[in-house]
């Protein structure tokens, strides 16, 4: 079936840093979603993005739909400790069927 | 408050004891999904919805069967338990317009002894 390869699988930085991950796929999707995991929790939807091209920002987190289609990119500026969590990405192409990334960990040193 | 619940939330089982898990959401949402999330595999996903008395196979529905009667309601059912079943479980939901903007549940822990 589909996959997506997210990397990097898990990072520690210092807080304050920027962060940086991706999502790969050998599929084109309609739609390329983040979210944030917290211990305990389900997964919250940071954004979504629906065009080719899109750059959409939410706060300190900017993400990127690949002009490609099959690649996404999230960052983060200026982490800070509740930044800590697992962020997925997820490929979809509308038909409510979605593909997860593996997840990259992410911890911050205060 | 826009919710979607999941009940129980921890649960531990023996083998081929059968089991639902319940998942409501009060959106008012066409599409509901189950995944399980398992340790360097991400979520998964077991089967979805996209309206009342439509399932589809999602990518790892062996094992499970779910019911969609009603639109709020999407139970996840185990007909016979096994350890590899051992998961955490999520459901989740979205409206039709943005069938891929999907909101889970607080997820459920099954362990199957």
């Known amino acids: 079936g589909q996959q997506l390869n997210q990397s990097p699988q898990s990072m520690f930085i210092q807080e304050g840093e920027d962060v940086s991950m991706n999502c790969t796929s050998s599929s084109i999707f309609n739609t390329w979603l983040w979210y944030k995991q917290d211990p305990g929790e389900g997964p919250v939807l940071l954004i979504a993005l629906y065009k080719a091209g899109e750059l959409t920002s939410n706060g300190r987190l900017t993400a990127q739909f690949g002009i490609t289609r099959k690649d996404s990119f999230l960052n983060i500026s200026a982490s800070i400790p509740s930044d800590v969590g697992i962020y997925f990405c997820?490929?979809?192409?509308?038909?409510?069927?979605?593909?997860f990334g593996q997840g990259t960990t992410l911890q911050v040193k205060p | 408050e826009a919710q979607v619940t999941q009940n129980p939330r921890y649960l531990i089982t023996v083998t081929g004891k059968k089991l639902t898990v319940t998942c409501s959401q009060n959106m008012n949402h066409e599409y509901m999904s189950w995944y399980r999330q398992d340790p360097g595999l991400g979520l998964r996903q077991i089967y979805y919805?996209?309206?009342?008395?439509?399932?589809d196979k999602g990518d790892v529905p062996e094992g499970y069967k779910v019911s969609r009667k009603e639109k709020r309601n999407f139970p996840l059912i185990l007909e016979s338990p096994s350890p590899n079943q051992t998961s955490l479980y999520f459901c989740?939901?979205?409206?039709?317009?943005?069938?891929?903007?999907?909101?889970f549940g607080p997820g459920t822990r099954l362990t199957v002894l």
């Open positions: 989740a939901s979205s409206s039709r317009t943005r069938g891929d903007t999907q909101y």
């Open positions: 919805s996209m309206n009342v008395e439509v399932t």
């Open positions: 997820a490929g979809s192409s509308n038909t409510g069927k979605l593909i």
